[in-house]
């Protein structure tokens, strides 16, 4: 009798729930990453690789199957993918991902796109940032004072970004604790209805 090779397919509970948690959990930790990064604020002594990268996860720092699970809800996830950087997937993508349908269907995707986009700036941005390190310019303060001919050397991005935070680093905004203005409410969830049909105090 000959033998053939059998599938056999995963109880769906489980796993998904699992996956499910996973994916949470890493959307989660992106937001925290953003609110983080939104955060940020610049000063003299910032080195010039957090500065363009603002405190974010690198794209080119993560694995194939990372990416695959948390922004693609787990489409294309093979055990072999582990350790794939996205820049090699990027390049021949068939090579990682051998179902055409389902390769087809990550391509198409906005998510893709916007992570190919991302990983190609980077590129770009690594390459600033060596360029610079390599003529001594590690932060604010060394851009500042660094010859024209090294600051020459980078794109027009990587300046415009290094200008804004040296500016801010120059110029701290302060931030104050929020006026409470009296007669009006602080949102809908305490407004009262006088607040929608008539003008409080109004002098005739």
Not at 184 to 200: D, F, G, K, Q
Request: aromatic residues 4%; contains cysteine.
């Amino acid at each position: 009798m000959k033998e053939k090779d059998t599938i056999t397919p995963l109880a769906r509970g489980t796993p998904n729930g699992v996956l499910t948690q996973v994916l949470t959990e890493a959307r989660r930790e992106a937001e925290g990453r953003l609110r983080r990064t939104q955060e940020m604020k610049f000063t003299m002594s910032t080195n010039i690789e957090d500065v363009l990268f603002k405190g974010r996860v690198r794209v080119n720092e993560m694995r194939l199957n990372d990416f695959l699970t948390r922004e693609l809800d787990g489409r294309g996830v093979v055990d072999i993918n582990r350790d794939v950087l996205p820049e090699e997937f990027f390049e021949d993508p068939t090579r990682y991902i051998r179902d055409k349908g389902a390769l087809n269907e990550i391509q198409a995707s906005g998510r893709y796109l916007s992570m190919k986009r991302a990983a190609k700036g980077e590129v770009i941005i690594d390459e600033d940032i060596r360029r610079l390190c390599d003529k001594g310019v590690n932060n604010l303060p060394g851009r500042s004072l660094a010859a024209a001919e090294v600051t020459a050397t980078v794109h027009n991005s990587t300046k415009h970004f290094l200008d804004a935070a040296a500016e801010e680093a120059r110029n701290p905004t302060t931030t104050s604790a929020p006026e409470k203005l009296k007669g009006v409410y602080e949102s809908v969830h305490n407004a009262r209805w006088s607040h929608a049909v008539e003008l409080p105090d109004v002098v005739e």
